[in-house]
C-alpha cells in the first residue's frame, strides 16, 4: 500500500503504531476534512496483518467524548475534541491513554487491541502546580520488561512519570519529572512524545519546535538522561508543512517510521504516512526522505497514480478533496513541481507514454516530465488547452527506478503573460504509463 496508507478518504494524525500478534495496529487522532480544528471527538482503530500491510481493516468507534451513532459518549465530564492516543499490552489488557482538550485526560481498557475501550479512570495524581488541569497531553506510554509503566508527555516542555501498574492509571508519588527531552539547543522539545525499547536502549521520538519533523532521543533508561540523536523525517522537505507526530515500528522484520502529512491547504486535514528506516548497530537511524513508497518497495507504473499519493509539492500547489471519491492537487500555477517516488520501470527497451488527466480551468501551457530532479532537460512534454482532458506525453525508453516530477508551465507571453500571472493552469487527477 503506498502512501497515504490507509484508503485516501481516512484522516488519522498522531498515528502510534503497535504490533500486538500478527496484526499492525494503529492508534492516532482522526481529523476531518475542511475543518478549521484539529482532531475529532472520536478515535478510530485501523489494523493489519503484519505479512499484509496493504489489506487495512477499520474497526470502528473505540473511544468517544462525544455520543456517535455507533458509540456513546466515554466521558461525563467533558465533551471535548480528543487528540494523539497510545494503546498498550499489560497482562492480557490493552489500555487505552487519551487527551483531551482542556480536560482531565483519561485511561480506558479493552479485552481487545481494536476496542471498543470502556473508561477505566482518569488519571489519579498527588502532583503540584501542574498545568492545563492536569492534563497528561499527548501520551506515549511505555510498559518495560520488568512491568514496569511510564508515560511520557508534554507541549511546548516534556514531562513523565511511573504509573502504577496495578491499575494503570495512579500516577507513583515522586516519580513525576520535567524537561525529559530539554526545550534547549540541540533537542528543542516542542511535542508528540513517543517512547520505544530498542535492543535494550530508549528512545523517545518527538517534533521539535524548529521544522516540521520527527526527531529522537536515546537513553538506557526509562527516565532519561536522553541524548539527542537527530531527525528520522522531515515533513515538510518540498511539501507543505505542519506539525508531525509518529513513531517507530518493526514490522514483519522492516522498521518503519510512521507519520503524518497535510492536506486540503491547511495544517488541519493530516494523513498518516510511513517509511522504511533502519535502525544501526549503533542505535542511530539515518534520516530518510518522504516518498509515495509506504509499505512497497517500488510504485507499479503500469497501475494508475492518484495525485494526492505526491510526496513532492513545490510551488504553492496542494491536495484537496473535492468529494469521497476525489482529491485532486490544486493550486498550480506556472513553476510548480508534483513528485512521486519512486516507480520500477524494469529492464525492457521500448519507449514510455504518460497519460496525465486534468481538469481545465480555463488557461493553456505545457505539463513536463521530469526523471529523478525538477530540474535540467525534462524526458518529455505536451501542451494542455483551457478545457483540460487527458494529456499524452512522449517519452524515451526508461529503465530501472526512478523518481517521477511533473512541471506545469503557462502558455502565455508577453502582456498576456502578466494578465495571466499567479493564475491556476489546471488541477490533477492522476495518471498513468502505457507502453
Given at each position: 500500500m503506498p502512501n497515504p496508507y490507509l484508503p485516501l478518504w481516512e484522516y488519522i494524525p498522531d498515528g502510534e503504531p503497535r504490533v500486538f500478534g500478527d496484526r499492525i495496529y494503529v492508534y492516532g487522532s482522526h481529523d476531518r476534512n475542511?475543518?478549521?480544528?484539529?482532531c475529532d471527538y472520536k478515535l478510530k482503530v485501523w489494523s493489519a496483518p503484519v505479512n499484509a500491510p496493504d489489506k487495512w481493516v477499520c474497526h470502528g468507534t473505540a473511544f468517544a467524548t462525544r455520543d456517535f451513532r455507533d458509540h456513546p459518549s466515554d466521558?461525563?465530564?467533558?465533551?471535548?475534541?480528543?487528540?494523539?492516543?497510545?494503546?498498550?499490552?499489560?497482562?492480557?489488557?490493552?489500555?487505552?491513554?487519551?487527551y483531551i482538550v482542556g480536560a482531565k485526560g483519561c485511561v480506558a481498557v479493552s479485552d481487545k487491541p481494536e476496542g471498543p475501550f470502556t473508561l477505566l479512570s482518569k488519571y489519579s495524581y498527588n502532583i503540584e502546580n501542574h498545568y492545563d488541569d492536569g492534563t497528561f497531553i499527548d501520551p506515549g506510554v511505555l510498559v518495560d520488561d520488568d512491568g514496569r509503566v511510564y508515560v511520557y508527555c508534554g507541549y511546548q516542555g516534556s514531562y513523565m512519570a511511573e504509573i502504577d501498574g496495578n491499575d494503570m492509571h495512579t500516577v507513583i508519588d515522586g516519580?513525576?519529572?520535567?524537561?525529559?527531552?530539554?526545550?534547549?539547543?540541540?533537542?528543542?522539545?516542542?511535542?508528540?512524545?513517543?517512547?520505544?525499547?530498542?535492543?535494550?536502549?530508549?528512545?523517545?521520538i518527538y517534533s521539535p519546535q524548529k521544522g516540521s519533523r520527527l526527531d529522537y532521543a536515546i537513553s538506557d533508561s526509562p527516565t532519561g538522561p536522553f541524548e539527542y540523536k537527530g531527525t528520522i523525517v522531515d515533513n515538510s522537505v518540498d511539501y507543505p508543512g505542519g506539525n508531525d507526530h509518529g513513531s517507530v515500528m518493526q514490522v514483519n522484520g522492516q522498521w518503519y517510521i510512521f507519520y503524518h502529512r497535510m492536506t486540503n491547504g491547511t495544517i488541519m486535514s493530516r494523513r498518516g504516512c510511513v517509511e522504511r528506516i533502519r535502525i544501526l548497530h549503533d542505535g542511530t537511524i539515518p534520516q530518510v526522505e518522504m516518498t509515495s513508497l509506504g509499505f512497497e518497495e517500488s510504485l507499479d507504473p503500469f497501475i494508475p497514480t492518484k495525485a494526492d499519493t505526491a510526496c513532492v509539492l513545490k510551488g504553492g500547489c496542494f491536495i484537496t478533496e473535492l468529494n469521497i471519491f476525489d482529491r485532486i492537487v490544486t493550486g498550480i500555477t506556472d513553476g510548480a513541481v508534483m513528485g512521486w517516488k519512486y516507480y520500477d520501470f524494469g529492464s525492457d527497451s521500448d519507449p514510455w507514454s504518460l497519460k496525465i488527466k486534468i481538469r481545465g480551468?480555463?488557461?493553456?501551457?505545457?505539463?513536463?516530465v521530469y526523471l529523478d530532479s525538477d530540474e535540467g532537460e525534462p524526458a518529455g512534454e505536451a501542451s494542455f488547452t483551457e478545457n483540460g482532458g487527458i494529456i499524452s506525453v512522449k517519452l524515451p525508453e526508461i529503465k530501472g527506478r526512478h523518481a517521477v516530477y511533473l512541471k506545469a508551465k503557462s502558455g502565455y507571453e508577453g502582456w498576456a503573460a502578466e494578465m495571466f500571472k499567479g493564475r491556476m493552469l489546471f488541477d490533477l487527477e492522476e495518471f498513468v504509463f502505457v507502453r
Open positions: 475542511g475543518c478549521d480544528k484539529f466521558t461525563d465530564w467533558t465533551d471535548n475534541e480528543l487528540y494523539a492516543p497510545d494503546v498498550v499490552e499489560k497482562d492480557g489488557k490493552y489500555y487505552l491513554y487519551a516519580t513525576y519529572k520535567t524537561d525529559i527531552i530539554p526545550t534547549s539547543e540541540p533537542h528543542l522539545f516542542f511535542e508528540a512524545c513517543s517512547p520505544r525499547k530498542i535492543n535494550g536502549k530508549y528512545y523517545l480551468t480555463g488557461c493553456r501551457g505545457t505539463i513536463s
